[in-house]
């Protein structure tokens, strides 16, 4: 089995390759769902830290329940299902099991971190009433009688060849037709990839979709309204636009697993985007059974070039001088050619 993921920066189109990749019939698409467990605070790439890279007899132990904790939060309840649909049921099953595989031993007692966790109002009550309890009881009970240390320190080899095998079994789990491709929506990062990929044991090929930051501007001013992304300053927005695209260690790839794309691309020079695809993953092109069902550039072009729509030449201005290596050419593109399902309406997203 071949994974297949995409990076991004947020806004900056991932979604169009994750939607064109779903329209192959070989395909095992988990939609456009995030899976960034491995990477995220508390995630896997945090465990390895705190258990290899720099080890304390304390903060080990704490760090496996926070990744524990993380692991029954991207699980989701009965009320508000997360990762378990998509895995089959069985990601806490496994994660457990993970968890399990890398623990030295663990004994019944509980540290600072254990009340500190449970936040500031509680942290002063529970001391309080264990001094109280140990008092009344002469020592013999304290508070958190449920709560475990543990202890884990295995070596860097050893944790990865854990979380391989972990996370194989997770996409096993997510495939269980047993299609000769997964696509799984951001597992990786866009920074500090080769890191992450020592995680996987299956092939596993990655597209970083980036994407014209005035659209990026505009969209999430006029459009999304989201707070992720800062448009109240437009110098804000290109400090944050920069920081994001610098964050990270500098890093050479292997171009070949690791992939750049460009989302105006796969809208403007569809053909030859699409054809890059299948030569680096494999997909065949006789199975893109689905073609324009899911991506479609003519619906997509709408999403392109519009802060010309809204009055903001000062704020386009200021982007186009602090970010020019990241603008897109449009004047080199005929948006007449784009291929696709026309759509009468022109609607924007």
């Not at 004994?107 to 001391?127: A, N, Q, S, T």
């Not at 240390?149 to 979380?163: A, D, G």
């Not at 491709?181 to 996987?200: A, C, G, K, M, T």
Request: charged content about 25%.
């Amino acid at each position: 089995m071949k994974i297949i993921t995409c990076a991004s920066f947020y806004g900056s189109g991932s979604s169009a390759l994750t939607d064109l990749v779903a329209e192959y019939s070989c395909v095992k698409d988990l939609t456009n769902y995030e899976f960034r467990f491995l990477y995220d605070i508390d995630g896997v790439s945090d465990l390895e830290h705190y258990l290899c890279e720099c080890h304390d007899r304390h903060n080990a132990g704490h760090a496996l329940k926070r990744f524990k904790r993380l692991s029954e939060f991207n699980a989701g309840t009965f009320f508000n299902a997360r990762y378990e649909p998509f895995f089959n049921n069985q990601y806490m099953k496994l994660t457990r099991k993970f968890i399990d595989s890398i623990i030295d031993f663990s004994y019944p007692g509980w540290w600072f971190y254990d009340v500190y966790d449970k936040g500031k109002v509680l942290y002063y009550i529970l001391i309080q009433w264990d001094k109280i309890l140990r008092k009344l009881t002469n020592g013999k009970k304290s508070i958190l009688s449920r709560e475990r240390i543990f202890c884990s320190h295995p070596s860097q080899e050893k944790f990865i060849e854990s979380v391989q095998n972990y996370v194989a079994s997770l996409m096993q789990a997510a495939n269980p037709e047993g299609l000769p491709f997964l696509e799984v929506d951001q597992l990786v990062p866009s920074q500090n990839l080769n890191r992450i990929l020592r995680y996987f044991s299956d092939d596993i090929t990655v597209f970083i979709v980036d994407r014209d930051p005035r659209d990026v501007y505009t969209s999430n001013r006029f459009y999304w309204k989201e707070n992720i992304c800062p448009t109240d300053d437009v110098n804000t927005f290109c400090d944050w636009f920069l920081y994001t695209r610098k964050s990270g260690k500098v890093e050479s790839y292997n171009t070949n697993q690791v992939i750049k794309l460009r989302f105006e691309d796969m809208i403007y020079k569809y053909d030859e985007t699409v054809a890059k695809i299948e030569m680096l993953t494999g997909l065949d092109n006789s199975l893109h059974s689905m073609q324009f069902k899911k991506f479609n550039p003519q619906q997509s072009v709408n999403n392109t070039q519009i802060w010309k729509k809204h009055n903001i030449e000062v704020e386009i201005k200021v982007i186009e001088e602090r970010l020019a290596e990241y603008l897109y050419p449009f004047d080199e593109v005929n948006s007449d050619a784009v291929p696709g399902v026309k759509q009468e309406d022109g609607k924007i997203f």
